[in-house]
C-alpha cells in the first residue's frame, strides 16, 4: 500500500512464474502477488503445482491472487485447495452463478476481470456497468479494469491502454474495490493513478524485462514515482 497525495493507493503486481521474482517482489512492499494458472494463451501461465510452491515461498509476506481463465467451478476449489491464495480472479467469461457458486464454498476472496477495449476503440459503458453490477450482486469482493484485445485474443496482459475516461466513470459509480490495469507503466502510473483514481494498480508488462521475468529496476522506477 503506498501513499500517494491524500490517497492510499495498492499495488498488485501479475504475471509471477518463479519464487526468485516472487520473494524479490514481496520485499518491495507491494500489496498483491498475481500467478496466472494454466491459461493457454498467457506466456506467464504456470501449472498448479509450480502455483503452490510460489505462494508457499514468500510465506505470507506478500497476498497471493491466482488468475484462472474459463475453469470449472469444481477445478477451481481444487486449485484453490491446493495453492491456498489470498483470492481468486475469474478472467474469462465466467457469469455472475459462477462468482455466487465460488463465494458459497471457497474462503478465499474472488475477484472479477472485466474487460474495456484500447483506448482508441469504442465500447457500451451501460453493457459494462451491467456486467459489474451482476457481480457485485452476486457478492464479488473486487473488480479488476483491464484491456482486452480480441484481434489477438488477449484477456490482460496486453500492454495496452483502456479509454481511462470510461475507467473512470465506473470508479466514481460504485463502492467496491476497483483496480486499473491495461499498459501502466513507471512512466504513466501518476497520470493513471490522477485519471482514474482507482483503489488500486494492477500491472505486470510495465515491469517485466520479457513475459514472464521481472524487471526490478522498473519496479523501483514504479514504487518511487508512488512514493
Known amino acids: 500500500m503506498l501513499l500517494k497525495g491524500?490517497?492510499?493507493?495498492?499495488?498488485?503486481?501479475?504475471g509471477t512464474t518463479n519464487i526468485f521474482?516472487?520473494?524479490?517482489?514481496?520485499?518491495?512492499?507491494?500489496?498483491?502477488?498475481?500467478?496466472v494458472v494454466d491459461v493457454p494463451f498467457s506466456e506467464r501461465s504456470v501449472s498448479v503445482s509450480k502455483a503452490r510452491e510460489i505462494a508457499e515461498s514468500v510465506n505470507s509476506s506478500i497476498d497471493v491472487v491466482v488468475l484462472f481463465f474459463n475453469q470449472t467451478t469444481d477445478w477451481i476449489k481444487e486449485a484453490v485447495a491446493i495453492i491456498k491464495p489470498f483470492a481468486v480472479q475469474l478472467l474469462g467469461n465466467e457469469?455472475?452463478?459462477?462468482?455466487?457458486?465460488?463465494?458459497?464454498?471457497?474462503?478465499?476472496?474472488?475477484?472479477?476481470?472485466?474487460f474495456l477495449p484500447p483506448k482508441d476503440q469504442t465500447t457500451s459503458l451501460s453493457q459494462i456497468k451491467?456486467?459489474?453490477?451482476?457481480?457485485?450482486?452476486?457478492?464479488v469482493d473486487a473488480i479488476l479494469l483491464d484491456t482486452a484485445d480480441i484481434s489477438e485474443g488477449r484477456f490482460?496482459?496486453?500492454?495496452?491502454?483502456?479509454?481511462?475516461?470510461?475507467?473512470?466513470?465506473?470508479?466514481?459509480a460504485y463502492d467496491i474495490p476497483i483496480?486499473?490495469?491495461?499498459?501502466?507503466?513507471?512512466?504513466?502510473?501518476?497520470?493513471?493513478?490522477?485519471?482514474?483514481?482507482?483503489?488500486?494498480?494492477d500491472l505486470c508488462s510495465g515491469v517485466e524485462k520479457y513475459k514472464g521475468?521481472?524487471?526490478f529496476r522498473k519496479l523501483k522506477q514504479l514504487m518511487n514515482s508512488l512514493g
Do not use: H, M
Open 21 to 35: 521474482d516472487a520473494r524479490k517482489t514481496a520485499k518491495f512492499g507491494v500489496d498483491y502477488l498475481g500467478i
Open 156 to 172: 490482460g496482459g496486453t500492454g495496452k491502454i483502456s479509454n481511462w475516461s470510461i475507467a473512470r466513470d465506473i470508479v466514481d
Open 130 to 139: 451491467a456486467e459489474i453490477e451482476s457481480y457485485i450482486d452476486a457478492g
Open 6 to 14: 491524500e490517497v492510499l493507493i495498492r499495488l498488485k503486481v501479475c
Open 179 to 201: 483496480f486499473l490495469a491495461g499498459g501502466i507503466n513507471p512512466q504513466n502510473v501518476t497520470e493513471a493513478i490522477k485519471a482514474v483514481n482507482p483503489y488500486g494498480i
Open 95 to 114: 457469469p455472475a452463478s459462477v462468482v455466487r457458486e465460488l463465494k458459497n464454498s471457497i474462503s478465499c476472496q474472488v475477484w472479477k476481470s472485466v
Open 213 to 215: 521475468k521481472r524487471d
